[in-house]
C-alpha cells in the first residue's frame, strides 16, 4: 500500500484558503452601519426586517454625524453613512471616500421643542424662553449635530441666540438633548420629532413641531462608503431602505420625504 506524504506548508495553505473563504461569507453576511442618533431606533428596527428577510445582520454604530463623518475619515470600518445631514455625505462623495452616485436622502427630518413641564407655553414664537419658570434649554452641538445647527438656526432668527447663551446645555447629539429634557437636566429641548413619535407613550408634559421655514432642511442622506463598494449586501440594503414599504414606515416615524 502506497503511502503519500503531504507537505506540513501544503496543508497549512489548504486550510489558511478555507478559513480565509469562511472569514470572507461570514463578512458578506455582516453589514456595518454608521448612522446619526435621530435615526437609530428607526433603524434597528429596520435592521431586524432586513435580517429577517436576508439573513443579513446589521452592525449599527450611532453618533453624531459630525463624529461619524472624523471616524469614516480616520478609517473606521463602517460599509454605509446615514446621516443626519447632506453636507458630510457630499464631502465623503467629493473627498473619493463615498462611492460616487450611491448617495440619496432617506429622510427629512423635522425639529420639535418639548418639555416635560405642561404649564411652560411652547407655541408662541418661542416667548416661553422669556417665562419666569425657565431656566434652561437643550440642544445638540450645532458643529456636529444638524439637529443643533437647525436649532441655532431657529434661535437666531427669531433673535434670541445671544441673550439665551448663558442658559443653553449643548448635547453631545441629539439623543443625549432628548435626556437633558427627560432628566429634567433641563427645562426645555429642541429635540428631532420622531424622538417624540417614538416616546409618546412613556413621556408627558408639553410639544410643538418647529416651522419648518423656521431653519435650513434637515435633509438626511446615505452614502455607500469607499470599503463596500463591490459589496453586494450593501447595495442590496440600500435599495431596501429606498423602496415604497420602508420609506412609508420612515414616515410614520415623524419624518418627512420631500423637502
Not at 446589521?58 to 446615514?82: C, E, M, N, R, W
Not at 464631502?91 to 473619493?96: A, F, I, V, Y
Amino acid at each position: 500500500m502506497k503511502r503519500f506524504k503531504i507537505q506540513s506548508g501544503v496543508v497549512s495553505g489548504v486550510f489558511l484558503a478555507f478559513f480565509l473563504l469562511y472569514v470572507s461569507d461570514a463578512l458578506a453576511k455582516e453589514l456595518r452601519v454608521a448612522v446619526a442618533s435621530n435615526f437609530l431606533m428607526p433603524l434597528k428596527e429596520l435592521s431586524r426586517q432586513f435580517k429577517e428577510s436576508t439573513g443579513i445582520k446589521v452592525v449599527v454604530i450611532s453618533g453624531s454625524t459630525g463624529k461619524l463623518y472624523a471616524q469614516i475619515k480616520q478609517g473606521a470600518p463602517f460599509d454605509i453613512l446615514l446621516a443626519a445631514d447632506s453636507i458630510r455625505p457630499e464631502l465623503l462623495e467629493k473627498e473619493g471616500m463615498g462611492v460616487p452616485g450611491s448617495r440619496f436622502t432617506y429622510a427629512v427630518g423635522r425639529l420639535a421643542l418639548w418639555s416635560v413641564d405642561s404649564t411652560l407655553p411652547l407655541k408662541n414664537n418661542l416667548q416661553v424662553l422669556n417665562h419666569k419658570n425657565f431656566r434652561y434649554l437643550a440642544i445638540a452641538n450645532p458643529k456636529t449635530a444638524p439637529y443643533g445647527k437647525a436649532a441655532e438656526q431657529v434661535l437666531r432668527n427669531k433673535g434670541f441666540w445671544e441673550q439665551i447663551q448663558n442658559r443653553l446645555v449643548r448635547g453631545e447629539n441629539i439623543s443625549q438633548t432628548f435626556q437633558f429634557v427627560m432628566t429634567g437636566n433641563a427645562d426645555i429641548g429642541f429635540i428631532a420629532l420622531s424622538q417624540l413619535r417614538r416616546h409618546q407613550k412613556q413621556i408627558s408634559g408639553n410639544s410643538w413641531t418647529v416651522p419648518a421655514d423656521w431653519h435650513d432642511p434637515i435633509q438626511q442622506q446615505g452614502i455607500l462608503l469607499k470599503r463596500a463598494k463591490t459589496n453586494k449586501a450593501a447595495r442590496q440594503f440600500l435599495n431596501f431602505i429606498k423602496s415604497n414599504r420602508i420609506q412609508k414606515q420612515i414616515e410614520s416615524y415623524g419624518y418627512s420625504l420631500k423637502l
